[in-house]
């Protein structure tokens, strides 16, 4: 249920933060705010991860991290409904206000990853990972849909929104895991091997792994689209084609939902019973063609194909870590998950910035959609770039 509320929180500020910054930033310092999210997760997942591994023995201890980020989330997301109920949103308050959210996420987002490494046995890994990526893609399509339509109510309205599903999902996680709090985590599930005595040791003995080095270079590519895409996907809509926000939040953010909805339940059991490098080449190579076609035209029937674009990307919403589930010494649970999160901050800075600067370049040739068409192209690079790397796992029997 955590993968909810953060995906919704997450999602309506990277959809609809733009939105409002847009009346007073470029693209460039949109996508620079937006890429604010990667930034933090370059270092805040490593520093988290590092701690979990040295200073965590049970499950009690990575509560006790989601808890009081938990309390920053929803503070933050209260200040932005604050912000908009106000109509007070400036560059300096919004950038402050996302700082602290963006850190707050990454910090958060490790512990409760590594409880699913901590606690889910390894060849359920795939199933566990589709019901989650289910709770997750259902924030972000309710943060889709009624995120627009909350915003044009009032442009506060998506962040209480926020803020209160944060606070609920996570009260739920600490309750429903009280009866677990003293079970033993990670390598004091398992002293066969010795935990390095630094997160920089621990990085580096991750990334001297190749099937986990080459999981992390896919992943941060993988995040670089899909950062982009939530960066400019509604600027694209609403300033490139013209339409409202009601629009995309009534016409096209529900055939992302069909997509979603299908990709995110099967995908972890397909991975499971046919294993996961195949599935995921599959996927790319459909994802990376078919994202590039709104790019060169914005006929009608391009909107049949987001169904299939949003069911590729549930599936690489699901996978990764169902992936370094399999890979991960069981001694470095908090340190793969900080790992992990690393490699969607490094996608997370460069997708968005990347992309903004593209539209602005090739906003004299794209001049129908303003430039915003340039998104498209970038994502659809970004993928295919990722396919050698996840080739590179083929072998690999543990996936």
């Not at 033993?184 to 920089?200: K, L, M, V, W, Y």
């Amino acid at each position: 249920m955590p993968a909810m509320g953060l995906a919704f929180a997450v999602t309506v500020v990277s959809s609809y933060v733009p939105v409002l910054l847009g009346a007073i930033a470029g693209p460039v310092v949109v996508g620079a705010f937006i890429g604010g999210e990667g930034f933090f997760g370059l270092f805040m997942p490593t520093v988290v991860g590092g701690l979990l591994d040295r200073s965590t023995q049970a499950v009690r201890g990575r509560l006790i991290y989601i808890a009081i980020f938990g309390v920053a989330i929803t503070g933050s997301l209260a200040a932005l409904a604050v912000l908009g109920f106000v109509d007070a949103f400036n560059l300096w308050s919004a950038g402050l206000i996302l700082a602290v959210l963006y850190a707050a996420y990454y910090a958060y987002l490790t512990p409760y990853w590594a409880l699913y490494t901590d606690l889910v046995p390894k060849n359920q890994s795939g199933r566990s990972r589709s019901v989650e990526s289910t709770w997750r893609v259902t924030g972000v399509g309710g943060a889709l849909i009624g995120g627009g339509l909350l915003l044009d109510l009032s442009p506060g309205w998506p962040f209480f929104a926020g803020a209160v599903l944060a606070a609920a999902v996570t009260l739920v996680l600490l309750g429903r895991l009280r009866a677990r709090r003293g079970e033993p985590i990670g390598q004091h599930a398992n002293e066969s091997r010795a935990q390095p005595d630094t997160t920089r040791e621990a990085i580096g003995e991750l990334l001297r792994n190749g099937p986990i080095r080459n999981l992390f270079i896919a992943n941060a590519l993988w995040n670089g689209a899909l950062s982009a895409l939530r960066a400019f996907v509604v600027l694209f809509f609403v300033v490139g084609m013209g339409t409202s926000a009601t629009y995309v939040s009534t016409v096209i953010f529900p055939l992302v939902a069909v997509g979603i909805i299908i990709g995110a339940p099967i995908s972890g059991w397909l991975a499971d019973r046919i294993g996961h490098i195949g599935l995921v080449t599959a996927t790319l190579c459909i994802y990376g063609t078919v994202i590039a076609f709104p790019g060169f035209t914005q006929a009608t029937w391009v909107v049949a194909l987001i169904p299939v674009v949003a069911l590729s990307a549930a599936t690489l919403m699901t996978l990764p870590e169902s992936m370094l589930m399999r890979l991960v010494p069981a001694h470095l649970h908090g340190s793969a998950s900080g790992l992990f999160g690393l490699s969607r901050g490094i996608g997370g800075v460069i997708g968005p910035v990347a992309t903004g600067v593209a539209i602005l370049v090739l906003r004299p040739v794209l001049s129908t959609t303003h430039g915003y068409a340039a998104m498209w192209f970038v994502c659809s690079l970004t993928l295919l770039i990722s396919i050698p790397f996840v080739l590179a796992l083929r072998h690999d029997e543990r996936l």
